[in-house]
């Protein structure tokens, strides 16, 4: 308890530190939503004990505690074993997990218990810190640079109730969702043309390894919708002036194509021939794995273009909106469908903005988001249709997709400036 309570010090006096640079615009949000995703933080971990009855975030510590204990008696041989561990080394049979991807989650995990010295709660606020620090570098770069998305962004990032939770704690999602936002907000700085520090662009080498690492499937989206954007920003649009919106898109999807060609070279899920059968692999796994009510079905789901073609509009809008609050039968399930019902209505309230957009400064970053929301949001759906997992995973989404619906909102324009002139 009291390594608990050093360690939240150190925390809190990091965070001080943040607040101090914080813009005044966006100043008075830092501690809620800092003392919110530390909130969070504890609270994934309660409700892995008490509602799930274990699962990964508390296996992802014991590998971790597991690791450190490693550490501790022979440091050369834990060194040796982050670099390369396999089933060579004594500790391979002792770990919960030995898949790849949360391997090296493990690894990381078994960093901040050496820190800690094996305290849950100290570790999964650890990873919030570097969670919420990521979401608040992101929101004050928005914030800066396009005031009338202030709001949103706000809201999207750092208040949204389930971007929150699930990027909060001991989980791989924590990690992910930090390194993509900064990779993000540094291409937000490529588009605003500004200048990268040696140290953003370490960073950005990091966190790219970090999400290659942990959600290869958000950066096979991510890469390609912002290289694309960032080449017809920089390069193609100011020799473009000739051209209609129709030939800019259709430049833009050409664009998309090439390293997306290029990525799916780079993991063997993707590669072409194999692509389809590890969507359809993994949905017939979760309907086996799923109570009947808890999943949503595409019965005749195969592993062919067509077929995902067939199903995507319906996964589409089973990713975005279910459980619909019919279909919820748990208290959690309720709270995310009465999410879901709020995001449904912003989405139909955004849809006046469509009339603008083709004269829109902002449309390219708008068909970015919409693609890559759209692309992740079919694939995620497809692949892992238990709606717990989704409403989990889809936050590798979520959080743009609100922040797109939410900018040029009157309400919650409103609702911010209240909350701004109030004392």
Known sequence: MIITAAHAVVLLALAFLLWKRADLTIKKYFWPAWMLKMAAGATLGWIYTYYYRGGDTWEYFQDGVTLAHTARADFFTYLRFLWGGDESFDVWSQLQYQQPRALFFGKVASLFCLLTHDQYLAVAWYFSMISFWSAWHLTTLVSRHWPTARAAVVLALLYWPTVVLWTSGLIKESLAMAALYFLVATSLQVWLRQRLSVLTMGLAVLSLWILWSLKYYYLAVFLPVACAALIMRCFL???????????????????????????????????????????????????????????????????????????????????????????????????????????????????????????????????????????????????????????????????????????????????????QSSK
């Open 237 to 419: 649009l100011p020799r473009m002036s000739w051209a209609g919106a129709i030939s800019k898109v259709l430049v833009w999807a050409a664009l998309f194509i090439i390293p997306a060609i290029v990525l799916s070279q780079l993991h063997p899920n993707f590669y072409p021939e194999r692509f389809l059968s590890v969507i359809t692999e993994n949905y017939k796994a979760f309907q086996l794995l799923s109570a009947t009510n808890d999943v949503a079905h595409f019965p005749a789901l195969k592993p062919t273009p067509g077929s995902v073609l067939r199903y995507s509009p319906a996964a589409l809008l089973t990713g975005l909106f279910r459980p619909w609050l019919w279909e919820a039968h748990t208290f959690f399930q309720v709270l995310v469908a009465i999410e879901n019902m709020l995001l449904a209505v912003l989405i139909f309230m955004s849809l006046r903005h469509l009339r603008t957009l083709p004269v829109s400064p902002h449309r390219l970053l708008v068909l970015s988001i919409v693609v890559y929301t759209v692309l992740l949001c079919v694939f995620l759906t497809l692949s892992t249709p238990n709606f717990g997992t989704l409403s989990r995973y889809r936050v590798g989404f979520l959080p743009f997709l609100v922040l797109l619906v939410c900018a040029g909102n009157v309400g919650i324009a409103r609702i911010f400036r209240f909350t």
